[in-house]
């Protein structure tokens, strides 16, 4: 919270303001997974305070931020935000953070969320029917999922263990021609959009990839527009050096396209925060900025 709030930047024709301090944090943040699903469980009471400089006269004035309720019940656009300033002049610096502060305050919240919901399920250790100990056999009947070794036994020696790994298959049905839908993941602006984050995108076969500051990395292995992507694909959480392969095949449907998601070699304790990966951070992002563009155009 302090790293996405601490240092915001308002700045209007007024003047300029800043958040200097994260003064009060009261409350918790928890996930579970429940049933193969990451429940998100989040309350906090939020005290900011906030300096600005008048743009005309130069005075310096101060005030707060306070945020009594940033939970799960309430969408970020509906949290209470309300901005305060000590007694004086300077009610021009309170009303710039009222109306731009607020907003920006909104985005970092925002900001906070999806970093709740990537980078630390991401490096979540899920509950599994299977532990690493425990026989293929019963392994193999986690989710009717084949279990594959991942680590070739000449590399052994090197790694020094074994991991148990899975398949995941997933399919989505987005509202877009296959030519556009594969330029999603191939674009390094568009790739940005969806995924909100910087992104290193070098679409070639050997080119590098790198998502979500750096959760998500790997490199495209095999490229056939509009048609087919296969990825060299990890967690940063994941065993070092440890990838799966991901295929994504796009099935042209005249004004949609449906995406077939084949991941082998996911960490069998990583199967459900991948799951929760590809449909959070990927799938839901993508329709919202398809729908975007859509109504952009209209």
Known sequence: LKEVLVGLVVEGEAGRCEISDLKQVEGEASCNSRKGKLIFFYEWNLRLSWKGTVKESGEKHKGSVE????SEENEVDDTEINISKKKGEGDVLRDLMKTEGTTKVREALRDYLKALKTEFTLGMILPTKATVGQEPAAEQKLSGNTVQESVSPQSLDRVGVKIPTVKILMR?????????????????????????????IEAEKG???????????????????????????????????????????????????????????????NEDSTRQCWKQQYFEEIHVLLQQSKDNVE
């Open 67 to 70: 945020i009594p309720n940033l």
């Open 172 to 200: 989505e049905i987005f509202n877009s021609p296959a030519d556009e839908l594969y330029s999603i993941f191939t674009t390094k602006e568009l790739v940005q959009k969806f995924s909100k984050c910087p992104a290193v």
């Open 207 to 269: 080119g590098k990839l790198q998502m979500f500051d750096g959760c998500v990395s790997g490199e495209y292995a095999e490229l056939v527009p509009s048609q087919r992507i296969v990825l060299k694909w990890r967690c940063r959480s994941w065993p070092d050096e440890h990838y799966a392969t991901v295929a994504l095949n796009f099935k042209d449907m005249v004004a949609q396209t449906e995406l077939q998601l084949e991941c082998k070699g996911v960490p069998l304790s």
